[in-house]
């Protein structure tokens, strides 16, 4: 793979509202409804498609395979208009129901990409609330904007699925249309939302006064500029609103070319054969073993996780939900390319202390003319090329951008690797279901959205390409028939995880351990070489002195700047939280008289397992991001 893998431009309107009894009861306001959401469908899809026209984004030829999705439920009032829009428009339609919606579903989800997603258990009332939030929240998670056709009225009954639905997209600041009973369409409008609203949004079921004031008229104009912060953040219709920097970042992601073979087998040797040393056993046996490892490995080879091969055991393989559609291919894509920026930015630092010691220590050596005659300028060239070594280390640096790269790659790879873990379980990561915008004040007063991260605009777009969850055989996904297959699944992701998490605890403890030894032997060794001073008055003890205390900050420099200690606690944490997720799912069993809950209790304790794995991500960057390669202190 010699770039990186562009997109599917797969996008996705969630279509939802009110049932028969909230809806008119003639026939021309149903048509007039039904003909202002046919006529938004169309305008979203074909800007979509213009604005996929990006092959850095999409790829060769986006515009052809672009594809507008519709998301919907199964049952009557406006999921039929759904339905029927999306048959008419030649839409995939994609369904969340509940399995009571399922049983009494009249509709027909033939066509290409048909996909239905069952939650629940017909029977099961008590969890009715439940399957009912959790449909929504799929649905909201897998969509890009919603449309809804509400009445203005506040929610009724326990569930209130249609409001409730509308104030969650408003508070995951996800763009909305709202059509009326009159089929009149308006516009979310950020300039009318402020934070004491989405506060009083959050605590507060009587929600339609507060509602409905934030919308304005639709204006198409204001709707594109929507769509392009959803499909294109590089499309002039998004000038303003992106920031040029996230730009650069966007478009530096797709265009970014792979690294040469030398880079790719010796980036990062230097600092592996560090961690090996004083990271691993010292005994001779295992030294050379690890040492041989370092100098046969592929450094930039990506790993997707332990149960990348259970489409091996068919059986399991057909119970799960196929594999999301190029999420292999870009976490591939991550992993390498911070695997290549991390060895290089790692060896980069490592020669930076090493040099800067090496400069001390020439300085110290031409000044007491070690092995060299009173005028030998030698040690003066070799402090000189010691500090342009430096200079010339850290404008690569600055200038490559190994360290940004790092970060913003190992950031993707690792929450892919989490969306893929709780696709089975509907449970993405908040970095992939979160859109990435922000409200931004300007002088004038009035807010607007601005694109937040180019990174979570990757994943956001990743996510929704993925669709739901599909079985191979087309057939519906009902989640809670699939617990057995699902549990293990589970079980072989995160006991890897944790194992890899333990590892790299103690590899980082180990290293620390030892290089804060290496440094209080030096210390100790310039206090003797002072106390000599007393005794014996030669010039090379001005080594231990000067170059040995040099050589201690050196390696406290080393330390500080990959934070060992501290990357070593991140991860023994989260070790232990991942082993306490893995006992959950070890002691949980299906039960026979409620196999839903039994799931839910699955679900969740994947959602906790995949919130581990973030977490640590995300406290792994803010840790490192301040951490530049700049000029040893």
């Not at 759904?82 to 048959?87: G, K, L, S, T």
């Not at 409620?594 to 977490?615: D, F, K, N, P, V």
């Amino acid at each position: 793979m010699q770039q990186a893998p562009p997109i599917d431009p797969h996008f996705s309107i969630l279509v939802a509202g009110h049932r028969p009894h909230r809806l008119p009861t003639d026939e021309a306001a149903l048509h007039a409804i039904e003909s202002a959401i046919d006529r938004l469908v169309v305008h979203i899809a074909a800007q979509f498609a213009e604005l996929a026209d990006c092959e850095q984004l999409y790829g060769p030829q986006a515009p052809r395979r672009c594809v507008t999705r519709i998301i919907g439920g199964g049952y009557t009032g406006t999921d039929e208009m759904a339905a029927r829009i999306a048959a008419r428009r030649g839409c995939p339609l994609h369904r969340v129901m509940t399995a009571a919606e399922a049983q009494q579903s009249r509709l027909q989800t033939e066509g290409p990409d048909r996909r239905d997603l069952v939650l629940g258990e017909a029977n099961d009332a008590g969890a009715s609330s439940v399957t009912i939030n959790l449909r929504d929240e799929t649905a909201l998670a897998f969509s890009d904007l919603l449309m809804v056709v509400w009445d203005g009225h506040d929610p009724r009954g326990p569930a209130g699925g249609t409001v409730r639905l509308l104030r969650e997209a408003v508070l995951c600041s996800k763009p909305v249309i709202w059509i009326d009973l009159a089929g009149t369409a308006r516009l979310l409008d950020i300039s009318r939302i402020d934070e004491p609203t989405l506060f009083l949004l959050g605590a507060d079921d009587s929600i339609a006064e507060l509602l409905a004031p934030l919308f304005a008229t639709l204006d198409e104009q204001a709707l594109d500029v929507e769509l392009a912060l959803i499909a294109n953040p590089l499309a002039p219709q998004a000038a303003g609103r992106v920031s040029p920097a996230l730009c650069d970042r966007v478009r530096r992601y797709f265009t970014q070319r792979a690294g040469s073979r030398f880079s790719e087998r010796r980036a990062g040797i230097v600092s592996e054969l560090l961690k090996v040393t004083l990271g691993g056993s010292l005994a001779p046996a295992s030294l050379l073993t690890g040492i041989r490892k370092v100098f046969a490995r592929d450094a930039t080879r990506p790993w997707f996780g332990v149960a990348a091969e259970r489409g091996a055991d068919g059986a399991a393989a057909s119970a799960l939900p196929v594999e999301p559609a190029g999420i292999e291919e870009r976490f591939n894509w991550s992993d390498y390319q911070a695997n290549l920026a991390a060895g290089i930015r790692r060896d980069v630092t490592l020669f930076l202390y090493a040099f800067a010691t090496l400069a001390v220590f020439a300085a110290v050596a031409g000044n007491i003319k070690l092995g060299v005659s009173d005028h030998s300028s030698f040690w003066t060239w070799v402090e000189l090329g010691m500090i342009m070594f430096i200079c010339v280390l850290v404008m690569l640096a600055s200038r490559r951008r190994w360290h940004g790269e790092w970060l913003s790659h190992r950031l993707v790879a690792e929450e892919l690797r989490c969306l893929r873990l709780g696709y089975p379980f509907v449970a993405a990561p908040e970095s992939c279901t979160q859109v990435p915008r922000r409200s931004d004040a300007q002088a004038s007063g009035r807010a607007r959205w601005v694109l937040d991260g180019a990174e979570q605009w990757a994943l956001r777009r990743s996510a929704v390409a993925s669709g739901l969850p599909r079985l191979p055989d087309g057939s519906a996904f009902v989640a809670h028939e699939r617990f057995s297959e699902s549990r293990q699944y589970l079980l072989d992701v995160l006991v890897g995880q944790a194992d890899y998490h333990r590892r790299n605890a103690e590899t980082h403890h180990r290293m620390s351990h030892r290089l804060h030894h290496t440094t209080g032997i030096a210390f100790l060794l310039t206090g003797c070489a002072v106390v000599a001073h007393f005794f014996l008055h030669a010039d090379w003890l001005l080594l231990f002195t000067a170059a040995l205390p040099a050589l201690a900050s050196g390696i406290h420099g080393l330390v500080s700047s990959n934070e060992m200690e501290r990357v070593a606690t991140m991860s023994e944490e989260a070790g232990i939280r991942l082993r306490h997720v893995v006992r959950g799912i070890e002691r949980l069993e299906q039960r026979s008289d409620s196999r839903w809950i039994a799931w839910l209790r699955l679900r969740q304790l994947a959602c906790e397992g995949t919130a581990a794995m973030s977490e640590v991500n995300g406290q792994w960057q803010d840790l490192l991001k301040h951490r530049e390669t700049t000029l040893p202190a």
